[in-house]
């Protein structure tokens, strides 16, 4: 995979939350898709692996990415004075080409690749509805940038719910009222999702396994999914990470 220099136009905090803006003229990024980045400047070896990260949003010639910052590498991206390398878009990410409206949900702190797929709706005049959850323990710094950059959205606090993805797909409502779910999120998001929407309505996961090489060849992010009845695996980084919610086999 080959990794690009990229000038670096500014780094906003937001809670535990890095938005890191640069410049991009490459290929634009689909909404779902994801970028490797690793800081330029980092002659040591740990973190070995860029790290996987969606594109959070794209306009003229500025990428963002919106991250918390969990372990070593996030903490070295998120460095005042770190250079960045990224790659090109990789991967699947949602398809967009039916009609609306269509609901897209972020669980967790796990929202970043909405906001790029909600402009991209906006342009081709798909209505949509946007639920972000602010989970329990969320900085208020973080639900400040939500209420701020997802003006429209419905923000779903779940602290003291006994099951935030329940709370915020209550919040959601009547599902057959969408023509697509479009879902970000926790694993558990996920699966409540999926189950939810089982025979209801179509719904385009954006999953968040572990990658490595994130080129198809070590198969170290490969799901469990059905193909003609049968239990195969697809690998995240290439044939994913965004995965219609019936074809996986969970
Ligand atoms: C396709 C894809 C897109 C992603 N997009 C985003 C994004 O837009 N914003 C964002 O904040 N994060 C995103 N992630 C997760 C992000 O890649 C990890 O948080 C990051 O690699 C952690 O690196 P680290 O060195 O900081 O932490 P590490 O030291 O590697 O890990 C710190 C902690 O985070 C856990 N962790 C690491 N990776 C994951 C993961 N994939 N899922 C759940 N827990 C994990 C580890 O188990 C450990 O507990 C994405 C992951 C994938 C696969
Ligand atoms: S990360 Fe290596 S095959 Fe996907």
């Known amino acids: 995979m ?15 939350h890095v938005l890191l803006r640069y410049r991009w003229t490459g290929e634009a990024p689909r909404p779902g898709q994801f970028v490797m980045a690793r800081p330029q ?3 040591g070896l740990d973190p070995f692996l860029p790290r996987p990260l969606f594109a959070h949003d794209h306009e003229g010639e500025t990428v963002s990415l919106l991250f918390e910052v969990r372990g070593r590498g996030t903490a070295l991206l998120a460095g005042e004075d770190a250079g960045l390398l990224v790659s090109a878009p990789l991967g699947r990410g949602f398809g967009t080409e039916g009609s609306g409206p269509v609901a897209l949900i972020g ?7 909405l906001k790029l797929l909600s402009r991209r709706l906006k342009g081709s005049g798909v ?3 946007v639920y ?17 950059r997802y003006e429209s959205a419905a923000l779903i606090e779940t602290g003291g719910a006994s099951d935030p993805p329940r709370a915020v797909l209550d919040r959601v409502g009547e599902l057959s009222g969408y023509a697509t779910l479009y879902v970000s999120g926790t694993a558990e998001t996920l699966q409540a999702a999926k189950h939810a929407a089982e025979g209801v309505v179509s ?18 992010c490969a799901v469990p999914v059905w193909e003609a009845g049968e239990k195969t695996y697809r690998r995240a980084c290439v044939e994913g990470p965004v995965f219609r919610a019936e074809a996986l086999a969970w």
């Open 41 to 43: 400047n980092h002659a």
């Open 127 to 129: 209505g949509h509805d």
């Open 107 to 113: 669980g967790g702190v796990w929202v970043s690749p």
């Open 203 to 220: 719904a385009q996961l954006a999953l968040r396994e572990r990658m490595a090489c994130a080129n198809g060849s070590c198969y170290g």
């Open 132 to 148: 972000l959850e602010v989970p329990e323990g969320a900085p208020e710094a973080y639900a400040e940038f939500l209420r701020t």
């Open 2 to 16: 080959k990794l690009h220099p990229v000038e670096v136009l500014g780094r906003e905090e937001h809670g535990r």
